[in-house]
Protein backbone atom coordinates (compact mmCIF):
# COMPACT_ATOMS: atom_id res chain seq x y z
CA UNK A 1 0.00 0.00 0.00
CA UNK A 2 3.17 2.46 1.23
CA UNK A 3 4.06 2.25 -2.32
CA UNK A 4 1.07 3.03 -4.40
CA UNK A 5 0.67 5.93 -2.56
CA UNK A 6 3.62 7.58 -2.48
CA UNK A 7 3.53 7.24 -6.15
CA UNK A 8 0.10 8.84 -6.40
CA UNK A 9 1.61 11.81 -4.48
CA UNK A 10 4.60 11.91 -6.45
CA UNK A 11 2.59 12.22 -9.31
CA UNK A 12 -0.02 14.73 -8.10
CA UNK A 13 3.12 17.03 -7.33
CA UNK A 14 4.81 16.90 -10.39
CA UNK A 15 7.53 14.39 -8.92
CA UNK A 16 9.33 11.05 -9.86
CA UNK A 17 10.12 8.90 -6.62
CA UNK A 18 13.54 9.15 -6.78
CA UNK A 19 12.82 13.42 -7.40
CA UNK A 20 10.81 13.39 -4.35
CA UNK A 21 13.50 11.20 -2.19
CA UNK A 22 16.07 13.58 -3.42
CA UNK A 23 14.83 15.85 -1.81
CA UNK A 24 13.51 14.49 1.47
CA UNK A 25 16.95 13.63 1.62
CA UNK A 26 16.90 10.03 0.96
CA UNK A 27 18.98 8.25 -1.45
CA UNK A 28 17.72 6.65 -4.87
CA UNK A 29 18.44 2.77 -3.43
CA UNK A 30 15.81 3.19 -0.99
CA UNK A 31 13.02 3.97 -3.58
CA UNK A 32 14.28 1.07 -5.66
CA UNK A 33 13.50 -0.72 -2.21
CA UNK A 34 10.36 0.77 -0.99
CA UNK A 35 9.21 -0.32 -5.14
CA UNK A 36 9.87 -4.04 -3.83
CA UNK A 37 7.61 -3.42 -1.30
CA UNK A 38 9.75 -2.81 1.95
CA UNK A 39 7.98 -0.18 4.02
CA UNK A 40 10.01 2.74 4.94
CA UNK A 41 10.80 3.10 9.04
CA UNK A 42 8.78 5.49 11.00
CA UNK A 43 10.99 8.27 11.07
CA UNK A 44 11.09 8.15 6.92
CA UNK A 45 7.62 7.81 7.36
CA UNK A 46 7.28 10.80 9.24
CA UNK A 47 9.53 12.89 6.95
CA UNK A 48 7.56 11.43 3.83
CA UNK A 49 3.92 12.62 5.38
CA UNK A 50 5.68 15.93 6.32
CA UNK A 51 6.51 16.90 3.05
CA UNK A 52 3.32 15.70 1.27
CA UNK A 53 1.46 17.27 4.15
CA UNK A 54 -0.70 14.06 4.49
CA UNK A 55 -0.84 12.03 7.96
CA UNK A 56 1.41 8.82 8.30
CA UNK A 57 -1.39 6.54 8.45
CA UNK A 58 -2.68 7.54 4.68
CA UNK A 59 0.98 6.32 3.78
CA UNK A 60 0.49 3.13 5.10
CA UNK A 61 -2.99 2.51 3.92
CA UNK A 62 -4.69 2.72 7.54
CA UNK A 63 -7.01 5.98 6.04
CA UNK A 64 -8.07 7.23 2.95
CA UNK A 65 -8.54 10.75 4.82
CA UNK A 66 -5.41 12.62 3.18
CA UNK A 67 -5.99 15.87 5.35
CA UNK A 68 -3.65 16.74 8.81
CA UNK A 69 -6.02 17.29 11.31
CA UNK A 70 -4.14 20.23 13.28
CA UNK A 71 -4.17 20.64 17.09
CA UNK A 72 -6.40 24.01 16.12
CA UNK A 73 -8.84 22.39 14.53
CA UNK A 74 -8.81 19.54 16.73
CA UNK A 75 -9.24 22.08 19.54
CA UNK A 76 -11.71 23.53 17.64
CA UNK A 77 -13.54 19.88 17.91
CA UNK A 78 -13.29 19.35 21.01
CA UNK A 79 -14.71 23.02 21.59
CA UNK A 80 -18.06 22.41 20.09
CA UNK A 81 -18.40 19.15 21.49
CA UNK A 82 -18.12 20.93 24.82
CA UNK A 83 -20.29 23.77 23.52
CA UNK A 84 -22.79 20.93 22.61
CA UNK A 85 -22.70 18.63 25.69
CA UNK A 86 -22.79 21.48 27.84
CA UNK A 87 -26.07 22.72 25.63
CA UNK A 88 -27.96 19.11 26.25
CA UNK A 89 -26.86 19.55 30.07
CA UNK A 90 -28.69 22.93 30.11
CA UNK A 91 -31.58 21.78 28.24
CA UNK A 92 -34.03 18.73 29.08
CA UNK A 93 -36.40 18.99 26.22
CA UNK A 94 -32.71 19.02 23.87
CA UNK A 95 -32.08 15.50 26.08
CA UNK A 96 -35.47 14.07 25.21
CA UNK A 97 -35.41 15.29 21.35
CA UNK A 98 -32.00 13.39 21.02
CA UNK A 99 -33.29 10.06 22.60
CA UNK A 100 -37.06 10.38 20.96
CA UNK A 101 -34.51 10.36 17.60
CA UNK A 102 -32.54 7.44 18.25
CA UNK A 103 -35.57 5.49 16.88
CA UNK A 104 -36.57 7.93 14.04
CA UNK A 105 -35.23 6.81 10.74
CA UNK A 106 -33.04 8.87 8.68
CA UNK A 107 -35.96 10.44 6.50
CA UNK A 108 -38.06 11.15 9.58
CA UNK A 109 -34.84 13.19 10.90
CA UNK A 110 -34.48 15.31 7.81
CA UNK A 111 -37.81 16.21 8.00
CA UNK A 112 -37.74 17.21 11.60
CA UNK A 113 -34.05 19.27 10.59
CA UNK A 114 -36.08 20.83 7.92
CA UNK A 115 -39.27 21.95 9.88
CA UNK A 116 -36.77 23.18 12.76
CA UNK A 117 -34.63 25.14 9.97
CA UNK A 118 -37.91 26.60 8.26
CA UNK A 119 -38.74 27.60 11.82
CA UNK A 120 -35.72 29.61 12.71
CA UNK A 121 -35.67 31.09 9.46
CA UNK A 122 -39.10 33.07 10.33
CA UNK A 123 -38.20 33.87 13.51
CA UNK A 124 -35.02 35.65 11.96
CA UNK A 125 -37.37 37.31 9.27
CA UNK A 126 -39.44 38.78 12.11
Known sequence: MFWERYKELCEENNLTPNGAAKEMGFSSSIVTYWSR??????????????????PIEYLTG?????????ARSASGDARALIDDLEMLHKSPELRVLLSASAKLTKSDIEAITEIALRMNKERDED
Open 37 to 54: GTNPSFEKLETIASFFKV
Open 62 to 70: KTNERMQKT
